[in-house]
């Protein structure tokens, strides 16, 4: 926050000695006038699992006292929809004062892919933090992404990596069978809570070649730490 | 406050000699179905280890690491070090957090944490000498699982009996969500040191099977912990 401010109190101090210079004659001592310079961030996110695809990405920019999730706590249920489903509409749907700026992606990030979203902050003089989030499809409810990551410090061109373990909303038992598993088909949300019911670290996947017979899961959907590479990168 | 003006004003060029710090802990457990025993923390000077990957445990690590007692770590403590335990007053239990409030770490640089996870054989949660900042924030540290390299992981759950040292067997398994009757996965290790542990296998038997453990709930990936260390 500090950082902004100062560039933003830097840029009107330049602009004001290039109006003297022109002769303008108008003097502005307050400066408090002028309209904020909207702020471009490219977010990247890279799918590093064996074959885990990331349903689409929901990106939320916001002020310091939201969290998308906390460790121990239960998820909400937009968290919960997008961790056990895929569906990132509620999540991004935030109706909170603290919403500075959101983006969904395209489509699903297929394992080796990645996908970059270009997000404008329209007031990037307030503290500016941020969520993203995603579900590994091939899970019960395991989710990767970073809440509350402060971006912004970051000046013109300086980017920002993350690497981004994975996450379990706790709101679904992983069992792994083949009708709980949207990415086997099997059913996304559902609104009943059979699980531990607090956000924590994802323990991993078992899988039929690892001695859960009854899995619909195979080592190749096996991940661990970091699932996802997020890079943020202001461009203007 | 009186330290801290203290180190403010001190050169830049004595920045890495030791001052008193007091400091704010929260370590949070950050697994799915595994519990920490009671926390062992101690500060101490650079050079000091409570336990080392690719060194043999020692005695008391070995106690903390197969049955959860911490006395001996407590006892056996650096000269000079400043020591906090349990502060979960017990089991700290999945995706829970304990807290150190105002943790004098006296002249000592350096922190060090443990607790034996549970259902492991001698599994635990390390933090091996972190040197602690000198500058006043918030600093963040993920901690990984180590296997104490002491006791076969059988993945038997055989009671209390299981915790002494030496004795085979995982001494019990707090979330009541474990099976019995297990063959047990393997009667020996390769690595005699402390090391990062393989993770449990587990299985999905209740009532027989390789383990004792369920592979559903009992496995974890790295970190296992997280340290907020506020540096006052």
Request: proline share 4%.
């Amino acid at each position: 926050m500090n950082n902004i401010k100062w560039n933003h109190a830097l840029a009107f101090v330049t602009m004001a000695s290039v109006l003297s210079a022109c002769g303008s004659g108008s003097s502005n001592s307050g400066g408090d006038t002028d309209a904020p310079t909207p702020a471009n961030y490219e977010i990247t996110l890279t799918n590093v699992t064996s074959n885990q695809p990331l349903s689409p990405v929901a990106v939320l920019m916001h002020s310091q006292s939201y969290r998308l999730w906390s460790v121990g706590s239960p998820a909400s249920v937009a968290l919960e929809t997008l961790a056990e489903g895929g569906a990132n509409a509620d999540v991004l749907a935030l109706d909170d004062v603290s919403k500075q700026a959101m983006a969904s992606g395209a489509g699903a990030i297929m394992p080796g892919a990645y996908e970059t979203l270009l997000v404008t902050l329209d007031n990037p003089t307030t503290a500016t933090y941020l969520s993203v989030s995603t579900m590994l499809v091939n899970t019960n409810d395991a989710f990767t992404g970073v809440t509350g990551l402060s971006i912004a410090d970051l000046s013109m061109g300086e980017s920002a990596t993350v690497s981004l373990g994975v996450y379990d909303a706790g709101t679904e038992v992983n069992s792994e069978l083949v009708n709980t598993i949207p990415g086997q088909m099997g059913e996304g949300f559902n609104a009943e809570r059979t699980d531990t019911n607090v956000v924590s670290r994802h323990p991993g996947v078992v899988g039929s070649d690892d001695g859960h017979s009854a899995s619909v899961l195979d080592s190749r959907h096996k991940f661990d730490n970091p699932a996802a590479i997020l890079t943020v990168t202001r461009v203007n | 406050m009186k330290l801290k003006s203290l180190v403010l004003a001190m050169p830049l060029a004595f920045s890495s000699a030791a001052f008193a710090q007091v400091v704010d802990l929260e370590i949070t457990n950050l697994t799915h179905g595994m519990h920490f025993t009671p926390i062992f923390i101690n500060a101490h000077s650079a050079g000091t280890h409570v336990f080392e990957a690719g060194a043999t445990a020692s005695s008391a690590v070995q106690a903390m690491a197969e049955g959860g007692s911490i006395a001996d770590l407590v006892s056996g403590a650096a000269a000079g070090s400043m020591t906090s335990e349990n502060p979960a007053a017990g089991l700290l239990a999945p995706s829970v957090s304990a807290d150190v409030m105002n943790f004098d770490t006296g002249s000592n640089t350096h922190l060090s944490l443990t607790a034996m996870l549970l259902p492991t054989n001698d599994g635990f949660v390390g933090l091996n000498a972190w040197e602690i900042p000198q500058t006043a924030g918030t600093y963040t540290v993920y901690l990984n699982a180590y296997d104490a390299g002491t006791e076969a992981n059988d993945e038997i759950i055989v009671g209390m009996s299981g915790g002494p040292s030496g004795n085979a067997g995982i001494p019990a398994a707090p979330g009541g969500d474990a099976g019995t009757g297990a063959t047990g996965v393997t009667s020996s290790e390769t690595n005699a040191m402390v090391h990062i542990h393989r993770g449990n296998v587990g299985d999905t038997d209740s009532n027989g099977g390789i383990s004792d453990v369920d592979s559903r709930i009992h496995r974890w990936l790295n970190p296992v912990a997280k340290l907020v260390v506020t540096v006052k």
